[in-house]
């Protein structure tokens, strides 16, 4: 529904346990199955938000060339703020619920990126407990709508145009969604390379038993801090990191909360 105020919902979806889990344990920790109804896709270029836009253009242009895609189905969004935002419904591929399933949502992102030869992709926003924010909710900073339309739509729109367009009511452009597959076994080829990548990641990664010390990104971060528009995911690199140590909620913040106002 359209509303004045931010408004988020969690990209991922968790059986009944997690919400038990987070209640004793918070977000870390969690191996249980994540699942999620579409797949997201966020284009950022804070110097040109344009080319952001023009690149999640260009992506779905490729999947219909590609994948026959019908792309009326994708959700695609003005992010209301340095770019864009696609919605692919999961619909259009073979996945299970798994607990490396948002890993393998980023790789499966940087198969395309690099399929479709994009460059303002940001990887950085598949962590387990990620937040996306709700269409026709307005950024905080810019005050303007995440506005939505169905990807037919919004390939054929000038990219300059959507901020104007985000000044302006909602609109109620959300696709209906039935289920059916929208695209060929091409994307599932992808998911496929993306998923076999992911488990013999997973495979060859030490266990936290195995290892005696810190990754020099994590101790780089807490003796420095980390560069603006890098210390989001620098953070959650090194509380995941301190986590495979066995660091708990309150160690991990009195080892990081400084460096990350830095």
Known sequence: APTDSEGY????????AFLEHVKQQGFRGWRGPVFAEYICLDFDNAADPAAAIANAQKLLRWLEYKAAADVSKVIACFSGGKGAHLYLPISGIMAEPA??????????????ARGAHLECLDAGIYDAARIFRLPNTRHAKTGLLKLPFSGADFVNLDPAAFPELARREPRDALPHMDGA??????????????AAYIAKQANAAPAASQKSDLNRATLEFIQGGALNGE????LFRAAANLGEFGADERLARALLMEPARD
């Not at 919902?9 to 009944?16: D, G, H, R």
């Not at 210390?231 to 620098?234: D, E, G, V």
């Open 99 to 112: 607990a490396l399933f948002p890993k393998i949502c980023k790789a499966f992102a940087l198969l395309l």
């Open 231 to 234: 210390r989001h995911n620098a």
């Open 181 to 194: 597959p929208w695209c060929d076994w091409t994307l599932q080829d992808y998911w496929n390379r993306a």
């Open 9 to 16: 919902l969690s990209m991922f979806c968790y059986p009944a």
